[in-house]
T-cell receptor, first 108, second 114 residues
Framework: GIQVEQSPPDLILQEGANSTLRCNFS?????LQWFHQNPWGQLINLFYIPSGTKQNGRLSATTVATERYSLLYISSSQTTDSGVYFCAVTGGSYIPTFGRGTSLIVHP | DTEVTQTPKHLVMGMTNKKSLKCEQHMGHRAMYWYKQKAKKPPELMFVYSYEKLSINESVPSRFSPECPNSSLLNLHLHALQPEDSALYLC?????????????FGPGTRLTVT
């Protein structure tokens, strides 16, 4: 199956800082999503982005499918951004695969 | 409305009990998924139903039995579980499985097996 690697595994920021999270995948994908998992376990959809660039407020994402990576940008971090960020991909087998996530802590 | 609901939120059961987890969506989605997530790990796919038929079973032990009574409902029947089955169980749905569609997740059921 497809291998998904996320980096960095852990990130600690001060409020107001910017950050970039990376997702590398080992094969071509039909589907790529970024999620934020809050402390209560809810997975919140951030972006559905198999290719191209999207922006939503302080968050933006870019997927370069030909080079098999995606980036999630968080600007002007807030404490509510804390949690785990997952990248999930689906390839030709249509089996969704998650990366191991990036754990983000934003201090006030 | 992009809501997937799951009940119960929390469940504690003994190893000899039989219980069921329920998941519901009203978005007209035709693919529904069960995932298991252990602490500090990513969600792991267990089952996929597509058009109410089981299409993927990721070698899950038979003590977990999925059921899709109709296109809006997905159940997970639990029997003779082990303590290592304690985890967050997440349900998701998408418009379809065989193409490029966005998944939406429910809030999960936290299961503790004693």
């Amino acid at each position: 199956g497809i291998q998904v690697e996320q980096s960095p595994p852990d990130l600690i920021l001060q409020e107001g800082a910017n950050s970039t999270l990376r997702c590398n995948f080992s094969d071509s994908v039909n589907n790529l999503q970024w999620f934020h998992q809050n402390p209560w376990g809810q997975l919140i959809n951030l972006f559905y982005i198999p290719s191209g660039t999207k922006q939503n407020g302080r968050l933006s994402a870019t997927t370069v499918a030909t080079e098999r990576y995606s980036l999630l940008y968080i600007s002007s971090s807030q404490t509510t951004d804390s949690g785990v960020y997952f990248c999930a991909v689906t390839g030709g087998s249509y089996i969704p695969t998650f990366g191991r996530g990036t754990s983000l802590i934003v201090h006030p | 409305d992009t809501e997937v609901t799951q009940t119960p939120k929390h469940l504690v059961m003994g190893m000899t009990n039989k219980k069921s987890l329920k998941c519901e969506q009203h978005m007209g989605h035709r693919a529904m998924y069960w995932y298991k997530q252990k602490a500090k790990k990513p969600p792991e796919l267990m089952f996929v139903y597509s058009y109410e038929k089981l299409s993927i079973n990721e070698s899950v032990p038979s003590r977990f039995s999925p059921e899709c009574p109709n296109s809006s409902l997905l159940n997970l029947h639990l029997h003779a579980l082990q303590p290592e089955d304690s985890a967050l169980y997440l349900c998701a749905s998408s418009q379809d499985q065989g193409n490029v569609y966005e998944q939406y997740f429910g809030p999960g059921t936290r299961l503790t097996v004693t």
